[in-house]
């Protein structure tokens, strides 16, 4: 083998054996417009390749987006949800909530007027009677829920965002999101 191969042989091993650091560089770039994604690396003879594959990379899905869970109550996510279009409000997502319940304040800041009353179960088997009112649209992330009758908890510290609200969504609570999955 003459000298010329022996040194590209040398120089493609060389590439290889630095390619951990061009991936891990390659988690540091900033964006663009003509963005290869997260993961990718650049021939020697400039080519952008993705490596998107090795790194674990997942295909977009708009079917599914994450929201950040702001702090926990009891091991439970807190996250912010907005009514009306108009203000944000943190909210415990409540797995186990059939409706969603929000506090005498929200009412009050929203200009919430009583449509009725509802009967309702709550943690500890006590049935207990909410006024409740009716909002134009609730939004968390990217869902949309329209219409939806709240109970209003005159002395509940903060709200409960229930199935009412996500009963078209799988939910996978992670570690600092929530994963919600259209149906």
């Not at 006590?126 to 002395?155: L, M």
């Amino acid at each position: 083998m003459n000298n010329a191969k022996k040194r590209w042989m040398t120089l493609n091993l060389g590439v290889v054996a630095i390619m951990p650091t061009l991936i891990f560089l390659a988690f540091l770039h900033r964006a663009t417009a003509d963005d290869p994604g997260s993961c990718f690396m650049v021939t020697s003879s400039g080519k952008t390749v993705s490596l998107g594959s090795l790194c674990g990379a997942t295909p977009v899905d708009s079917r599914v987006f994450r929201i950040p869970i702001k702090r926990r109550m009891g091991k439970t996510p807190v996250v912010d949800v907005t009514f009306n279009q108009q203000q944000t409000f943190e909210m415990i997502l409540d797995t186990g909530a059939s409706s969603t319940l929000i506090t005498q304040k929200m009412a009050n800041a929203l200009k919430l007027q009583p449509t009725g009353k509802i009967n309702a179960q709550i943690a500890d088997g006590t049935e207990v009677q909410f006024v409740t009112s009716q909002v134009q649209n609730i939004t968390v992330g990217s869902a949309v829920a329209s219409n939806i009758e709240v109970a209003i908890a005159p002395k509940a510290a903060i709200g409960l965002l229930g199935h009412d609200f996500f009963e078209n969504y799988d939910i996978k609570i992670l570690e600092k999101e929530v994963e919600f999955r259209h149906r």
